[in-house]
Every structure is written in C-alpha cells, then in structure tokens.
C-alpha cells in the first residue's frame, strides 16, 4: 500500500480506504471472512476478524502508515466500532 498522506496527514476518508483496503487483506490472508459493507456503526467484533486478525491489522497499519495511534495516545482506548476505529486513527497522527 502506498502513502497517500497529503502534507504529512491523512484525512478520515483518506484512512478509511486504507483501513477498509489493509482489513480485507488481512481477513484475506487469515481465511476470515469480512462482513461487508464496513459501516460505521459495524462492531468490530461482527467484521469477520478475531483478535489476532485485529493484531496483524494494527500492525499492517502502522507498517502502511508510518505510525501506531495506540502508541501515540495519552489514553487508552478500545474502539468498539468501525467507524470509531477510523476515528481514532485520524485524531492520533503524529
């Protein structure tokens, strides 16, 4: 995946595709099968991916991206939602 980053930040949809793009690649290689469409209100825990497929996305991510916003953050947080994961990747760019 490439950076498309303009200016050094990503905009929500801008993340959104690469969220949406980089989870149906994992849940790819994992064999899960995703739920589709990814909307905001899906829980994470319906999309198709267990733990360890949410581990390798992360991962995934911060490799595509450059950065880990669970690092980044002053506060824990665990996303219950799609959308709420996207948003926490657009409020904790570096």
């Known amino acids: 995946m490439t950076n498309v980053a303009v200016q050094g930040r990503y905009s929500e ?3 959104r595709v690469l969220i949406a793009a980089a ?3 994992v849940a790819l290689s994992c064999g899960a099968e995703v739920v589709e469409p990814l909307s905001d209100d899906l829980a994470l825990l319906e999309s198709g991916l267990d733990s360890l497929g949410f581990a390798i996305l992360v991962a995934r991510l ?3 991206l450059g950065w880990d916003p669970f ?3 002053d506060q824990p947080f665990y996303p219950v939602r799609f959308g709420e994961f996207v948003a926490f990747y657009e409020a ?3």
């Open 23 to 25: 989870l149906l690649e």
């Open 62 to 64: 911060e490799e595509d």
């Open 13 to 15: 949809s801008q993340l």
């Open 71 to 73: 690092s980044l953050s």
């Open 92 to 94: 904790n760019q570096p």
